[in-house]
């Protein structure tokens, strides 16, 4: 356990966009089986993946060279509080070992020493397509996470997939009146919830190529 912990917080970083993009030229998308889906009750409550399909994403390859998937450094970022690591931590390695090597920002591996936690909170916002928000007690007494969630509220203030809250140990009476608009994972199996963030980000960034790609059309 000690030996991939350290791998993983060790782990080096491409020296470039083009290096991501060549590693990621041969990923693989889902299958058309994937599902998602959103409860049919009021909004802020938690999604299902048991009814909806997700419409066949053959035909658009997010790692193309030419995808606005690298107009940012990231494709995620995770908002959590210290208590939480260890799950983050597994969450990142599920999401960096997935066939699109998703790219993901964990502060206490990425944010670079020395610099001020405004400034990098602020920075893994901007520069991160999608927001895991991993709502904890301890997420909730944290001011920090407050803030990050703030900030990327204000990033993208629409619902639009790119902000993805995720419920753990929290009952939805305490889920945050900010985000009561947008629909929330609720975190009972780990593996399944992982899944659900995946396909989550996957599918913001599919929409992301098909809107680029038809405005260039």
Known sequence: MAGWFRRLLHKPKPSSVESLKSNHSASSSPSSSSSFAKSSSSSGTSLDTSCISLSPVSVVDISAS?????DKSYDVCICHSEGDVELVLELVSYLEGQPES?????QLRDAVVGSAVVTELCDAVQNSHCWVMLITPGFLQDPWCRYQMHQALAEAPMANGRTIPVLKDVDRKDYPRELRNIYYIYMALKEKSFRQIRDTIMRYLQELCRSSTKSME
């Open 66 to 70: 030419d995808s606005p998937r690298w």
């Open 102 to 106: 998703f790219r993901c920002f964990l």
